[in-house]
């Protein structure tokens, strides 16, 4: 393990430690979410804008289902914005993305002994990993529950 002193940490000696495993998992869960979250946005955005584009062609075509046809994608595209409104993905793909850079600006920081870690035995550096880590993550909490919060009527 490390000692005070030295440069850096060789990560296969602390591998099964509770609080690098927390790191670990914590990142893993925030980038696999933000990627989730990213690819549904971009979907739902892309359906609509292809959507949207096809009403006046499909409501120019002349055809006796061209009125249903425009009415039908004009319901879609709505139904489609009201779903990204209900799911948030856009936020969420960006909240998540962030704390997952967080989390790795954090894991480099450790590993490297720099910034708060630097001067620290390897007792001490990973108590502040834990605190730090327990921080992005309440952080994100916080700002998800007060994303999902009403707002309160002012009386």
């Known amino acids: 393990m490390l000692e005070k002193g030295e440069e850096h940490f060789d990560s296969g000696e602390f591998a099964k430690h509770p609080t ?18 990213q690819r549904g946005y971009k979907v739902t955005r892309t359906s609509q804008i292809i959507l949207a584009a096809s009403i006046p062609v499909v409501s120019l075509a002349g ?13 879609v595209v709505a139904a489609l914005e009201g779903i990204q409104q209900l799911w948030n993905s856009d936020t ?24 708060p870690y630097r001067g620290l035995g ?22 998800w529950a007060e994303a999902i919060t009403p707002a309160k009527k002012e009386e």
């Open 92 to 115: 969420l793909w960006r909240e998540y993305r962030s704390t997952a850079e967080r989390l790795k600006q954090e894991k480099h920081l450790f590993l490297a002994l720099s910034g």
């Open 63 to 75: 055809a006796t289902w061209s009125a249903w046809g425009a009415a039908i994608l004009g319901a």
């Open 20 to 37: 690098w495993l927390r790191l670990n998992e914590e990142l893993e869960w925030y980038d696999r979410s933000s990627r989730r979250n």
């Open 122 to 143: 390897v007792d001490d550096a990973f108590k502040l990993l834990a605190e730090r880590v327990e921080e992005h993550v309440s952080a994100e909490h916080a700002r």
